[in-house]
C-alpha cells in the first residue's frame, strides 16, 4: 500500500530531562517518513534544556510553559499547536526514547489501512533489553480491577493481538479529529492513569484503538519517575486510580478500590510463628517491623494520594512526595 504524506506533529514533553530528549530528538533525525515536524514542549526545566535544544536542533519548534505541567496539560500544549497548525495526526513521544527509522512510517500506514480507527500504539521494547516487549497492549480486567498486560517481558510472537484498552502515552499516534471529538488529556491526572483514560473516551465515541506492531520505540522505563516503585509513582498511581475509577467504572468497583486503597493506612501485623524465642520478644519484633513498615516511603506516598483523591487535590504532587523521592 503506497503511503499517502498526511502531517504528522510529534509532541515531546521535556523537564530537566536534557541528555533523555537530546537522544531522542537524535533518533528522530533517522526516520524514512518526511512529513512530519516535531514540537518540543519544556516544562519549565531549572537546567540548560532550552540552550542546548535550540543549539542542537533549531529546526524544532520549542514551546515553553515556564512551569511544569505534567504529562497531561504539557502534552496538551503541544497537542494544541499541532491542531491550531491543522495536524492530520499527532503523536506523544515520551523523551526517553529512540524510535525505529521506520516507526512513523508504520503508524501512518495502519491508520490508513484502518480508517475507522482513531488511535494507535507503537510497540514498546525495555531500552536496555531491546528485544523484550514491554508494552504492546492492555486488556482490563474486570475480575481483578487491574490492567492486564499479556505480552508484557516477551519477544512478541508475529500474530500478536493489535486490540487493546489502551495505548501507552509513551508513545500514542491519533488522527487530529480523536482531540477535536472529545477533547484533551485530563489535566487532573498530572502524571499517570491520563492516557487510558483518553483512550476509553475515545473508544467509547466509536474511534477505537489499536496496537501497531511493527512500529518499534524503545523506552526507558521509569525514568520519569526514578524507578517505577518509587513513592513519587505510588502517589500517582494510587490517587490517579481512584480518579480513573470514579470517571470509568461502577460505584461498586470504586468503592472496592477504594477500600484496596485503604490497606495502605493499616499494614499487617505479622507475629512469626517458627522462631526459636518467647512470644513476647516475637510480639515486639512484629511491633518494630509493623513501625518500619509504616513510616516508609512507599507508604507515606499510598496514604497521601489516597487523601488527596478524597479532598480532590488533584495536578501536582505535594512537596513532600518529592522530597520522599529524593530521600
Not at 496539560?73 to 526517553?96: F, K, M, S, T
Request: glycine share 6%; net charge neutral.
Amino acid at each position: 500500500m503506497t503511503i499517502s504524506e498526511n502531517k504528522v506533529f510529534i509532541i515531546i514533553l521535556n523537564w530537566n530531562g536534557k541528555a533523555d530528549t537530546l537522544a531522542c530528538l537524535s533518533s528522530l533525525q533517522q526516520i524514512i517518513y518526511s512529513e512530519y515536524e516535531i514540537v518540543v514542549v519544556d516544562n519549565g526545566s531549572s537546567d540548560d534544556s532550552v540552550k542546548k535544544i535550540k543549539s542542537l536542533h533549531p529546526d524544532v519548534t520549542l514551546i515553553e510553559t515556564g512551569q511544569n505541567l505534567g504529562y497531561a496539560e504539557g502534552n496538551n500544549v503541544g497537542i494544541r499547536y499541532a491542531l491550531e497548525q491543522h495536524a492530520d495526526y499527532v503523536l506523544l513521544l515520551n523523551n526517553d526514547t529512540t524510535v525505529a527509522p521506520d516507526f512513523l512510517e508504520q503508524l501512518v500506514l495502519a491508520a490508513q489501512q484502518h480508517p475507522d480507527t482513531g488511535v494507535f500504539g507503537a510497540t514498546l521494547f525495555y531500552m536496555y533489553k531491546p528485544d523484550t516487549a514491554w508494552f504492546a497492549g492492555a486488556k482490563w480486567n474486570s475480575q481483578t480491577l487491574t490492567f492486564d498486560y499479556p505480552y508484557q517481558d516477551q519477544k512478541l510472537p508475529e500474530n500478536i493481538n493489535t486490540e487493546t484498552d489502551y495505548a501507552c502515552g509513551a508513545s500514542l499516534f491519533f488522527r487530529s479529529e480523536v482531540a477535536k471529538s472529545i477533547g484533551l488529556l485530563d489535566a487532573r491526572f498530572f502524571l499517570v492513569w491520563e492516557e487510558s483514560d483518553w483512550c476509553l473516551r475515545a473508544t467509547r465515541a466509536g474511534y477505537g484503538c489499536i496496537m501497531v506492531p511493527s512500529a518499534h520505540v524503545w523506552h526507558k522505563v521509569g525514568a520519569s519517575f526514578d524507578g517505577e516503585s518509587s513513592p513519587l509513582r505510588q502517589y500517582f498511581s494510587y490517587r490517579n486510580r481512584l480518579l480513573w475509577a470514579e470517571k470509568n467504572l461502577s460505584l461498586k468497583d470504586l468503592l472496592y478500590l477504594i477500600k484496596d486503597s485503604f490497606r495502605a493506612f493499616y499494614p499487617k501485623l505479622s507475629v512469626p510463628q517458627a522462631v526459636n524465642a518467647p512470644l513476647i520478644k516475637r510480639f515486639i519484633w512484629a511491633i518494630n517491623e509493623w513501625k518500619t513498615t509504616w513510616f516508609s516511603p512507599i507508604l507515606k506516598a499510598k496514604r497521601r494520594g489516597t487523601i488527596d483523591y478524597f479532598f480532590r487535590n488533584f495536578g501536582d504532587c505535594p512537596e513532600s512526595i518529592r522530597k520522599l523521592n529524593n530521600g
